[in-house]
């Protein structure tokens, strides 16, 4: 199946910087991407959903401003976390949706092995 | 809105029994996909099945099998003669076709503890 990679697997900043998260898909291009937040011991909250060279469309309660997403080709999404506080100490998970050689979008959904940031 | 119940927060069974986990869905959609997906320790989501909302067959595979029912909007996945390495945490999810954009809302997730 197809492969999504997520780099780095895991990040400690000091709070205050700003980190970058890189969501790949390695043999399919991805024109849409999804970025999910988990706190320990819960469900999946997803965040925001990315179209290549489009605006990402941030889910109510997310700020935008602080959760960065770029979208800039169909194999590449990055999430940047400005100025992290250790309440952003989670586990960021990003999926890909690929696109169909007639058109549309394709069902599947392929997850990334996770990023684990922990803010200090 | 699309919404998925995980009733079951954890679950603890011996290796060997049979064990059920719940999952209820809400949505206004008529066509949607149904998941599930298992994360062990590490983190990483290994998906387990799809199912789209035309398709009400059963299904099993190997120890696995998945119950979808739509006139009780519900998904449900047993596990027969549990192993310890079937330990992990299993979510539900759900994305809804025309109404929500393909977008993958999951369940609270349901934690399974297999002892030996």
Known sequence: ????????????????TSVKIECRSLDFQ???????????KQSLMLMATSNEGSKATYEQGVEKDKFLINHASLTLSTLTVTSAHPEDSSFYICSARGGLAGGGLTYEQYFGPGTRLTVT | AQKVTQAQTEISVVEKEDVTLDCVYETRDTTYYLFWYKQPPSGELVFLIRRNSFDEQNEISGRYSW???????????TITASQVVDSAVYFCALSEVNTGGFKTIFGAGTRLFVKA
């Open chain 1, 30 to 40: 991805a024109t849409t991407m999804f970025w999910y937040r988990q706190f320990p």
């Open chain 2, 67 to 77: 119950n979808f029912q739509k006139s009780t909007s519900s998904f449900n996945f």
């Open chain 1, 1 to 16: 199946g197809a492969v999504v990679s997520q780099h780095p697997s895991r990040v400690i900043c000091k709070s205050g």
